[in-house]
């Protein structure tokens, strides 16, 4: 059973990069992936904010290394890209993304870009760069963080509607083009998770009654009922897993 288990789930020699990995979602995640056995490129705003899930890491005694940038920043984005091309990675994990919260016809049109920039953008100039060495070995996993938005229009967030629409999108695209090559391309949808984009709903009572009522599982997920997902997309097991929008939401859509 054992050795099943490992050829299955085992990620040792992988190299994984994970967006978005200081906090919350972004460091199950990287460290599910470390517990496996990959190795870690974690990707950030700053050195302060990924500390913690770097010390994590190593003590389990992963390799680590780290990438700064703010993906909101184009001019940010482009001096990542040159140095991710020399970057040999296994899997990707595209996980960092913002909201806004506005009345439509109130959104500016920088808080547009800004979600879109990214969300969207930049994660699709990020799977350009990491698929074409994946493309050459004939080997690799990408994993999106899509929505329950991805499918339904939400209130008062038009731009990350519209932007994980889009993720779902292309998850689906690139699945289709790169699949006959090795790489698998999927996205996770999480419901309503107990992360800082979420605060806001929390802390409104009507409100998280409301998305509590309708959940059957009857609570708020967690990072961690995340991260064994990605773990698993990432892992041998799902080796024929391609282009699926995988929800985890505690049977939101189910209701």
């Excluded at 940010?76 to 140095?83: C, F, G, P, T, Y």
């Excluded at 004939?138 to 939400?154: E, K, P, T, V």
């Excluded at 802390?203 to 998305?211: L, M």
Aim: glycine share 8%; net charge neutral.
């Amino acid at each position: 059973m054992n050795n099943y288990l490992e050829s299955q789930f085992s990620l040792v020699g992988s190299r994984a990069l994970v967006t978005g990995a200081s906090k919350g979602i972004g460091a199950e995640i990287a460290i599910a992936l470390a517990s496996a056995g990959a190795d870690l490129v974690l990707l950030a705003r700053s050195e302060e904010s990924i500390l913690a899930t770097k010390s994590k890491a190593e003590s389990l005694g992963r390799k680590v290394s780290e990438l700064f940038c703010d993906l909101s920043d184009p001019k940010s984005v482009a001096a990542l890209l040159i140095k991710l091309a020399d970057e040999p990675l296994d899997i990707l994990v595209n996980n960092a993304g913002v909201i806004t919260r506005a009345d439509a016809v109130d959104l500016t049109a920088d808080d547009w870009n800004l979600v879109m920039q990214t969300n969207l953008t930049s994660l699709f100039q990020i799977c350009q760069v990491v698929a074409k060495p994946m493309l050459a070995k004939g080997a690799g996993r990408i994993i999106n963080i899509a929505s329950l938005l991805s499918f339904q229009g939400g209130i008062r967030v038009s731009a990350y509607a519209a932007s994980k629409h889009a993720v779902a999108g292309l998850t689906k695209a690139l699945a289709n083009e790169w699949g006959a090559s090795g790489i698998t391309v999927n996205a996770i949808a999480p419901g309503y998770i107990i992360t800082d984009n979420t605060e806001p709903l929390r802390q409104d009572a009507n409100r998280s009654a409301g998305i509590l009522a309708r959940i059957p599982m009857g609570r708020w997920g967690t990072p961690e009922d995340i991260a064994g997902v990605a773990l698993f997309l990432a892992s041998p097991a799902a080796r024929y897993i391609n282009g699926e929008i995988l929800t985890v939401d505690g049977g939101w859509l189910a209701r």
